[in-house]
């Protein structure tokens, strides 16, 4: 095991963002579109429900593994509500963070015999839970147009008797693009053809839909529920990415064993964002729906934005996008016009001569591209813009 660990990187956006509050610390203004984590504070209502969580004496104790029963009960109706597929309450597990609830998923699911798929451009986390695992990563790019995810032909292509997981990722990270429902349809006929294969989707974005609700793979297919892995969670939808809360839902004997390495690492997820977090799955009279509308409305206004600033700087190629808060762009052009030698050289210039932090595109699996967070506050985010502007037109 101790091998695996070896070869593991630092998380690229959270070494970014250690860089970035270190030039802070020392009085330096740098304006982090870095990190995907909400600005605003978390709604009243949810700090309200983690205050009066404190004060209650079971919040000062551990819970049990998977979780308490309210919880999973809260959640377990969401996704009968959100997907229109039930699951019973052993089948669910609650998770300090949908990160952890993907590293117990992937812990569970492979040996260092199998290899695991993952759609590419891909949150920076996946290869390196992978690792950990001991399995080997393969990587699948859409081979007829890199501005897309990759489809059910490049998949098929990809599966070999060796693929023990594949983890689907939409809305996706960086680009904030996502599988239309033709597109998920042409997936799970591909994927029923190899029942080797285990699947998660990681649906962490799927509420920040920018207009029309996202379709997903379990609804889509529900017939192959027994094979997947859903992983969520509260901490970009309700703008908590501290409080550490996320779940999985899956196959029992999944769980059971997810379960099983939570009891020896963690125990449980911390008692008192547990107990809080029931209200943001408790239907609301459309408290979140309109609390989420209102962030959405930024992101949408921001993309919109720093897409046109872009559009100005020769050679930016600008990703299409319908969910999340991420502006993806190709930057062949620019880093050839500008001569440096690639995306890390670049970013490292922006975040250490304009103080903008952004996160290359390498770290995603796609080498010459860039990702913007759309989650700056807005008097800051027009400073970045120009200051973006500004460092384009210094002579180099
Ligand atoms: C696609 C994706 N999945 C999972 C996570 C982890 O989320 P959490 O903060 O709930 O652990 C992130 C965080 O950036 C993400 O982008």
């Given at each position: 095991?101790?091998?695996?660990?070896?070869?593991l990187?630092?998380?690229?956006?959270?070494?970014?963002?250690?860089?970035?509050?270190?030039?802070?610390?020392?009085g330096?203004?740098?304006?982090?579109?870095?990190?995907?984590?909400?600005?605003?504070?978390?709604?009243?209502?949810?700090?309200?429900?983690?205050?009066?969580?404190l004060?209650?004496?079971?919040?000062?104790?551990?819970?049990?593994?998977?979780?308490?029963?309210?919880?999973?009960?809260?959640?377990?109706?969401?996704?009968?509500?959100?997907?229109?597929?039930?699951?019973?309450?052993?089948?669910?597990?609650?998770?300090?963070?949908?990160?952890?609830?993907?590293?117990?998923?992937?812990?569970?699911?492979?040996?260092?015999?199998?290899r695991?798929?993952?759609?590419?451009?891909?949150?920076?986390?996946?290869?390196?839970?992978?690792?950990?695992?001991?399995?080997?990563?393969?990587?699948?790019?859409?081979?007829?147009?890199?501005?897309?995810?990759?489809?059910?032909?490049?998949?098929?292509?990809?599966?070999?008797?060796?693929?023990?997981?594949i983890?689907l990722?939409?809305?996706?990270?960086?680009?904030?693009?996502?599988?239309?429902?033709?597109?998920?349809?042409?997936?799970?006929?591909?994927?029923r053809?190899?029942?080797?294969?285990?699947i998660?989707?990681?649906?962490?974005?799927?509420?920040?839909?920018?207009?029309?609700?996202?379709?997903?793979?379990l609804?889509?297919?529900?017939?192959?529920?027994?094979?997947?892995?859903?992983?969520?969670?509260?901490?970009?939808?309700?703008?908590?990415?501290?409080?550490?809360?996320?779940?999985?839902?899956?196959?029992?004997?999944?769980?059971?064993?997810?379960?099983?390495?939570?009891?020896q690492?963690?125990?449980?997820?911390?008692?008192?964002?547990?107990?809080?977090?029931?209200?943001?799955?408790?239907?609301?009279?459309?408290?979140?729906?309109?609390?989420?509308?209102?962030?959405?409305?930024?992101?949408?206004?921001?993309?919109?934005?720093?897409k046109?600033?872009?559009?100005?700087?020769?050679?930016?190629k600008?990703?299409?996008?319908?969910?999340?808060?991420?502006?993806?762009?190709?930057?062949?052009?620019?880093?050839?016009?500008?001569?440096?030698?690639?995306?890390?050289?670049?970013?490292?210039?922006?975040?250490?001569?304009a103080?903008?932090?952004?996160?290359?595109?390498?770290?995603?699996?796609?080498?010459?591209?860039?990702?913007?967070?759309?989650?700056?506050?807005?008097?800051?985010?027009?400073?970045?813009?120009?200051?973006?502007?500004?460092?384009?037109?210094?002579?180099?």
């Amino acid at each position: 095991m101790i091998q695996n660990y070896h070869n593991l990187s630092f998380s690229p956006t959270l070494s970014i963002d250690r860089r970035v509050k270190e030039l802070q610390s020392q009085g330096l203004s740098v304006l982090n579109l870095g990190i995907g984590e909400p600005d605003r504070a978390p709604h009243l209502k949810l700090q309200e429900a983690l205050s009066n969580a404190l004060s209650l004496n079971e919040s000062a104790h551990y819970t049990p593994v998977q979780g308490i029963l309210k919880l999973r009960q809260a959640i377990s109706d969401w996704i009968l509500r959100e997907y229109g597929v039930s699951y019973d309450l052993s089948d669910l597990i609650i998770t300090p963070g949908c990160k952890m609830a993907i590293v117990l998923a992937v812990m569970s699911a492979v040996s260092s015999r199998d290899r695991v798929l993952i759609n590419a451009p891909y949150w920076t986390s996946y290869p390196e839970i992978v690792k950990l695992s001991g399995a080997s990563v393969g990587k699948i790019y859409n081979q007829k147009n890199k501005y897309e995810l990759p489809m059910a032909e490049d998949i098929k292509e990809a599966i070999t008797p060796e693929t023990g997981l594949i983890i689907l990722n939409s809305p996706n990270n960086p680009t904030g693009q996502f599988y239309s429902t033709t597109q998920l349809k042409d997936i799970a006929a591909c994927l029923r053809k190899f029942p080797h294969v285990k699947i998660i989707t990681d649906d962490l974005y799927h509420p920040i839909a920018w207009d029309d609700k996202v379709p997903t793979l379990l609804q889509i297919a529900p017939d192959l529920k027994d094979r997947i892995c859903l992983v969520h969670g509260l901490s970009k939808s309700h703008r908590i990415t501290g409080w550490r809360i996320g779940f999985a839902a899956g196959p029992k004997n999944w769980i059971e064993m997810m379960s099983l390495i939570q009891s020896q690492m963690l125990t449980c997820a911390a008692t008192p964002v547990q107990i809080a977090a029931i209200t943001a799955y408790e239907p609301s009279d459309g408290i979140w729906e309109e609390d989420l509308k209102n962030d959405i409305n930024t992101y949408k206004r921001r993309y919109e934005q720093l897409k046109s600033a872009l559009e100005i700087i020769d050679g930016y190629k600008i990703y299409n996008s319908g969910a999340a808060f991420y502006l993806f762009a190709d930057i062949t052009q620019v880093l050839e016009r500008l001569g440096y030698k690639d995306d890390n050289s670049y970013v490292h210039a922006l975040l250490e001569e304009a103080h903008i932090a952004c996160v290359p595109g390498s770290a995603f699996g796609m080498p010459r591209h860039i990702r913007f967070a759309l989650t700056l506050a807005d008097n800051l985010f027009e400073e970045a813009i120009t200051r973006l502007i500004h460092f384009h037109r210094m002579p180099s």
